[in-house]
């Protein structure tokens, strides 16, 4: 049985995440899990909240709660939000876990003992009134750029461009507002990036069927400008994973934590130790030791390109210095942005769709199988109401859902709610298997490639193939002259509903389940022979005929929803 360990990128704390989150990380790793499982694999896949950092301490701060109250608070809303759009995690983890705690600590220490983490002393910002260092989100103040007067100390939303705090004018505490600041001398660790990039280089090199999406930024980092820079790994902040080496404290480190981007991707390991210890798996080193079994797991990251240097070098780098035979990635799937209506989705000003309100609003399955395949893979893609609605309406309502719905309810005009007898197979009956047995073969070597925009188009083209095979079969015509070759022709497209639900289910698992348990077919698994997919359910079964599969988007409701998300989330 092959084994795949599957990570999506880990979603920050400080909020409900839009529908750019989801579609560039979460949804398209759950669509590969889902379609592993279907197909024989023993998968684990793993996700969790990113709770360290700024976002983490100023979200708490607007919310006037403690910052580990707010993450337990803010880790259950995430979870059901990911339980609402079907993600099938096999564990949804926490950064703050006593685990990773452990683990962090772990990795430090044995890249300290290699001689891969050095000393620097740097200035930084200090806030007399807050009584500690700020780092650079928590400046706030006036960009030089643009003029915009909420820019924070290492980037302007409004403008984009990079700044560093003694840039802005007026700079204030994020957390407090005051302006009483000055630089001081504190000393931080760097991991010796650079010493390691001959092995990061040639790791790179060897991921030879890596997306060009993912292998072009990774070697824009390791080889542009002054090429790969050494990075610091701690913070002056309060909450976090307490610097340690190993489990022994580090002299000049005291009352510091470790940077949030070396202590996230460690998550993806502890992780497996949660999942472990929450009673849902055992010996979760299998997964992750090549020493322990991890050397037959085929692992596979999905995330945004924001997320793809971390992940290419920083995170490689901590796993290559530590020494050990901890697994590497084998396959980073990466993804461009989705925007919306022709700007960006935005957290702070409200604009676009966000995970709590699609679901509020339309079923999970429609958000999933618009986002999939529309997946930003090639390129940026735009969301708009318009070109949502018209996909919905088309490819679920019109086609999927048409299919089913005319076929169940003629068969129950003519024979009743149970698979009729009698006929054989049509030379129409005879074209629709060989070209559904074709193009199975494309939509399983594209869910295999991960190439999900083409495995969507290639299952909405069996859908079609349905719908063509019944207008040419015309069995509600046939069956005034020859009543048993209408009912071979229905049989046919009966058995069809639970392999379209079985092929379906990565993308619309609700939807799918729902079919299958209409048509008394729960047990269906993954068709390697679509002929005899096709004959699965008998002379005799009985079925459910379902109620409307799909509901059309009305324009009413799309002009209300252009309206309501237009940027006034509170």
Same mark, same amino acid.
């Given at each position: 049985?092959?084994?795949?360990?599957?990570?999506?990128?880990?979603?920050?704390?400080?909020?409900?995440?839009?529908?750019?989150?989801?579609?560039?990380?979460?949804?398209?790793?759950?669509?590969?899990?889902?379609?592993?499982?279907?197909?024989?694999?023993?998968?684990?896949?793993?996700?969790?909240?990113?709770?360290?950092?700024?976002?983490?301490?100023?979200?708490?701060?607007?919310?006037?709660?403690?910052?580990?109250?707010?993450?337990?608070?803010?880790?259950?809303?995430?979870?059901?939000?990911?339980?609402?759009?079907?993600?099938?995690?096999?564990?949804?983890?926490?950064?703050?876990?006593?685990?990773?705690?452990?683990?962090?600590?772990?990795?430090?220490?044995?890249?300290?003992?290699?001689?891969?983490?050095?000393?620097?002393?740097?200035?930084?910002?200090?806030?007399?009134?807050?009584?500690?260092?700020?780092?650079?989100?928590?400046?706030?103040?006036?960009?030089?750029?643009?003029?915009?007067?909420?820019?924070?100390?290492?980037?302007?939303?409004?403008?984009?461009?990079?700044?560093?705090?003694?840039?802005?004018?007026?700079?204030?505490?994020?957390?407090?507002?005051?302006?009483?600041?000055?630089?001081?001398?504190?000393?931080?660790?760097?991991?010796?990036?650079?010493?390691?990039?001959?092995?990061?280089?040639?790791?790179?090199?060897?991921?030879?069927?890596?997306?060009?999406?993912?292998?072009?930024?990774?070697?824009?980092?390791?080889?542009?400008?002054?090429?790969? &820079? $050494?990075? #610091?790994?701690?913070? +002056?902040?309060?909450?976090?994973?307490?610097?340690? !080496? @190993?489990?022994? =404290?580090?002299?000049?480190?005291?009352?510091?934590?470790?940077?949030?981007?070396?202590?996230?991707?460690?998550?993806?390991?502890?992780?497996?130790?949660?999942? &472990? $210890?929450? #009673?849902?798996?055992? +010996?979760?080193?299998?997964?992750?030791?090549?020493? !322990? @079994?991890?050397? =037959?797991?085929?692992?596979?990251?999905?995330?945004?390109?924001?997320?793809?240097?971390?992940?290419?070098?920083?995170?490689?780098?901590?796993?290559?210095?530590?020494?050990?035979?901890?697994?590497?990635? +084998?396959?980073?799937?990466?993804?461009?942005?989705?925007?919306?209506?022709?700007?960006?989705?935005?957290?702070?000003?409200?604009?676009?769709?966000?995970?709590?309100?699609?679901?509020?609003?339309?079923?999970?399955?429609?958000?999933?199988?618009?986002?999939?395949?529309?997946?930003?893979?090639?390129?940026?893609?735009?969301?708009?109401?318009?070109?949502?609605?018209?996909?919905?309406?088309?490819?679920?309502?019109?086609?999927?859902?048409?299919?089913?719905?005319?076929?169940?309810?003629?068969?129950?005009?003519?024979?009743?709610?149970?698979?009729?007898?009698?006929?054989?197979?049509?030379?129409?009956?005879?074209?629709?298997?060989?070209?559904?047995?074709?193009?199975?073969?494309?939509?399983?070597?594209?869910?295999?490639?991960?190439?999900?925009?083409?495995?969507?188009?290639?299952?909405?083209?069996?859908?079609?193939?349905?719908?063509?095979?019944?207008?040419?079969?015309?069995?509600?015509?046939?069956?005034?002259?020859?009543?048993?070759?209408?009912?071979?022709?229905?049989?046919?497209?009966?058995?069809?509903?639970?392999?379209?639900?079985?092929?379906?289910?990565?993308?619309?698992?609700?939807?799918?389940?729902?079919?299958?348990?209409?048509?008394?077919?729960?047990?269906?698994?993954?068709?390697?022979?679509?002929?005899?997919?096709?004959?699965?359910?008998?002379?005799?079964?009985?079925?459910?005929?379902?109620?409307?599969?799909?509901?059309?988007?009305?324009?009413?409701?799309?002009?209300?929803?252009?309206?309501?998300?237009?940027?006034?989330?509170?």
């Amino acid at each position: 049985m092959p084994r795949t360990l599957i990570t999506s990128a880990i979603p920050y704390i400080n909020g409900i995440k839009h529908l750019g989150n989801l579609v560039g990380s979460q949804l398209p790793a759950d669509l590969y899990a889902r379609y592993c499982r279907a197909r024989g694999d023993e998968v684990l896949f793993l996700c969790s909240t990113d709770e360290h950092g700024t976002p983490a301490e100023l979200a708490a701060a607007k919310a006037g709660k403690p910052v580990a109250e707010f993450c337990a608070e803010m880790h259950e809303v995430q979870a059901e939000i990911g339980k609402g759009f079907g993600l099938s995690f096999d564990h949804f983890g926490r950064s703050s876990s006593p685990q990773n705690h452990r683990l962090t600590q772990h990795f430090a220490g044995a890249l300290a003992d290699n001689g891969l983490i050095g000393e620097v002393s740097e200035k930084q910002v200090y806030s007399n009134a807050d009584g500690r260092f700020l780092p650079d989100r928590y400046i706030e103040g006036t960009c030089p750029n643009c003029g915009y007067d909420k820019a924070r100390g290492d980037q302007c939303e409004n403008c984009t461009k990079q700044l560093d705090p003694t840039d802005l004018i007026e700079p204030r505490s994020a957390i407090s507002g005051s302006t009483d600041l000055e630089v001081r001398e504190t000393k931080h660790l760097y991991l010796k990036q650079r010493s390691l990039r001959a092995d990061i280089s040639a790791w790179i090199d060897s991921k030879t069927d890596w997306p060009v999406l993912t292998t072009s930024i990774a070697k824009k980092w390791l080889n542009d400008g002054d090429g790969l &820079q $050494d990075r #610091g790994i701690t913070r +002056d902040l309060d909450w976090g994973v307490p610097v340690k !080496k @190993g489990t022994e =404290d580090w002299p000049g480190m005291e009352g510091k934590v470790f940077y949030v981007w070396f202590d996230a991707p460690i998550e993806y390991i502890a992780c497996a130790e949660e999942w &472990q $210890d929450a #009673g849902k798996g055992s +010996d979760w080193e299998r997964w992750w030791r090549t020493d !322990k @079994g991890a050397d =037959d797991v085929r692992y596979v990251q999905f995330m945004g390109k924001d997320n793809v240097p971390f992940h290419t070098l920083t995170f490689p780098a901590t796993i290559l210095g530590s020494g050990e035979p901890w697994k590497l990635v +084998d396959y980073i799937k990466s993804f461009n942005y989705l925007n919306y209506e022709g700007g960006q989705f935005s957290t702070s000003q409200g604009r676009g769709v966000f995970q709590d309100q699609a679901l509020e609003i339309l079923p999970a399955d429609y958000w999933r199988w618009w986002l999939l395949s529309h997946a930003p893979e090639s390129s940026d893609t735009e969301f708009t109401w318009e070109t949502f609605q018209q996909d919905v309406n088309k490819d679920l309502a019109d086609v999927l859902g048409n299919f089913v719905s005319r076929v169940t309810k003629f068969c129950r005009s003519k024979w009743g709610e149970e698979v009729p007898a009698g006929g054989a197979l049509s030379e129409n009956g005879k074209a629709l298997i060989a070209e559904l047995h074709h193009k199975l073969t494309e939509y399983t070597a594209q869910m295999d490639a991960i190439e999900v925009r083409r495995a969507a188009a290639t299952l909405r083209s069996m859908w079609v193939a349905g719908n063509e095979f019944l207008q040419s079969a015309a069995p509600w015509t046939t069956y005034k002259e020859d009543p048993e070759a209408a009912a071979a022709d229905i049989r046919l497209a009966l058995n069809l509903i639970p392999v379209y639900a079985v092929l379906s289910a990565p993308f619309i698992p609700f939807s799918a389940e729902r079919m299958l348990a209409d048509m008394g077919a729960e047990g269906a698994e993954w068709p390697t022979d679509i002929s005899a997919a096709l004959s699965a359910l008998p002379e005799g079964h009985g079925f459910t005929v379902p109620d409307v599969l799909f509901a059309k988007i009305s324009d009413e409701a799309r002009e209300d929803w252009a309206t309501r998300f237009s940027g006034t989330r509170s």
